[in-house]
């Protein structure tokens, strides 16, 4: 069988930075922060007071207050970045997009519903199960109704999966609906991840295993990867989307591509439940296979966004990034860590930052790391510090490390756009 080509022809996102992919790429452009002291809850008593909010999302916009109680606000942000995604893609007419049977979602998470769990097991015990727990409790919290919600809205029926690989999970969702487009399962995918973890037992957990920042009197100076002062990472939350769509379908109906994915990686550690190897071998091994999967030697890549968490773990993967591509480090590559900006967010941040990735293809604009004021002599690549950089590179690069020593890369290249 011969392998399919795949387009990227839609976008979408809701981050800390913008309710929309547009101004969530104008505040990376602008190196603005998103991050601030938490609103959702009183933190006082957390060690940890700051995240990355989503502000002003109004789930109404997109569909029926009736539906609010049904779903997690994980589930409301992927349903409504979805009405986006279509529109972005020029499908919001059922009439755009191929049958039904052939288009499909694949929309992953981290945590996911445990916003519902806290505040029902609150009221749960103020006023007992049959009172206190909603009969919505679980199909609004399980990870799979992120993407199940958008299937039944949508009418969608092609396939239907939810893949849950802690940090790597958007990026994970976004790799395998590739590879059902490249290999005929689907001619268009709804691909991403979704999450929503600024709760008090989430940022209590992190807090304790002393994976957040403390930095609370300087929210946006708190993300700082690949520096010296680096304290760990930041919480945010949001969504990602993306439609993938058969290269010649998406040619056939005049389609804007953004930007074609042309390589994923996926792998394991087998070391460790929450630490990388410590001499990055399963980042370099997921790196070197996207690009195997590409085609591509590694001085044909021009940008990498990396994982850069803002914690010890930087050092790891700036020394593998420096193993997979040796002299090219040093002769042109540029990385950055667009979470210095928009936080971590979980299961959503490899979507977010693929997202990026192909604005940064199309629009030859290199995303910084901002905060970058003392950088640590163990990260010594270009991390295009402080502002963004006006480049035309033809190859993009996006990592993606989770828990349990999941990874998964991404491999974007730039498309020369339509004549007008």
């Known amino acids: 069988m011969a392998e399919r080509r795949v387009a990227i022809t839609g976008i979408a996102m809701i981050t800390p930075l913008g309710l929309d992919a547009e101004s969530t790429w104008s505040a990376i452009v602008a190196g603005r922060s998103g991050i601030d002291r938490i609103t959702k809850f009183d933190a006082s008593d957390l060690s940890a007071q700051i995240a990355g909010e989503v502000k002003d999302f109004d789930p109404t916009q997109y569909f029926s207050k009736k539906y609010l109680r049904q779903m997690d606000l994980f589930i409301q942000y992927a349903l409504a970045a979805s009405f ?69 809205f949508q009418g969608l029926k092609g396939p239907l999966m939810s893949h849950v690989s802690a940090c790597s999970s958007g990026s994970h969702s976004i790799g395998e609906a590739f590879l059902a487009i490249k290999y005929n399962r689907a001619d268009v995918m709804i691909a991403g991840g979704s999450e929503s973890t600024i709760t008090p037992l989430s940022i209590g957990g992190f807090a304790s295993a002393r994976a957040v920042s403390t930095r609370n009197d300087e929210p946006q100076k708190a993300s700082r990867p690949f520096t010296l002062s ?91 990034i420096r193993r ?68 035309q590179v033809e190859h993009a690069l996006s990592n993606s490390f989770g828990f349990g020593g999941t990874n998964a890369c991404l491999v974007f290249k730039r498309v020369e756009p339509a004549p007008s």
């Open 84 to 152: 986006m995604v279509l529109d972005d893609a020029g499908m919001s007419h059922a009439d755009a997009r191929p049958p039904a049977e052939r288009t499909g979602v694949f929309v992953g998470a981290g945590l996911g519903g445990i916003q519902t769990i806290e505040t029902s097991l609150i009221t749960m015990r103020e006023k007992g199960w049959r009172r206190g727990i909603s009969p919505y409790f679980v199909p609004a919290l399980i990870i799979n109704l992120a993407g199940g919600q958008i299937s039944i």
């Open 230 to 320: 680096r304290d760990g990472f930041v919480m945010g939350e949001g969504c990602g989307l993306m439609v993938l769509e058969e290269w010649d379908r998406a040619k056939a109906r005049g389609a804007r591509i953004i930007a074609e994915l042309v390589g994923y990686g996926a792998n394991s550690d087998a070391y460790h439940a929450t630490s990388p190897t410590p001499d990055g071998a399963g980042a370099q091994a997921c790196m070197n296979l996207a690009l195997a999967d590409a085609g591509l030697a590694p001085e044909q890549i021009g940008y990498v966004n990396a994982h850069g968490t803002s914690t010890a773990a930087d050092a790891i993967e700036s020394q593998a």
């Open 324 to 391: 997979v591509f040796g002299a090219h480090s040093d002769q042109g590559l540029m990385v950055s860590s667009t979470k210095s900006m928009h936080g971590h967010l979980l299961g959503a941040a490899g979507a977010v930052e693929g997202g990026l990735c192909c604005y940064a293809l199309q629009r030859g604009v290199i995303p910084p790391t901002i905060n970058l004021d003392d950088p640590d002599p163990a990260c010594d690549l270009d991390y295009v510090p402080h502002q963004a950089r006006q480049v």
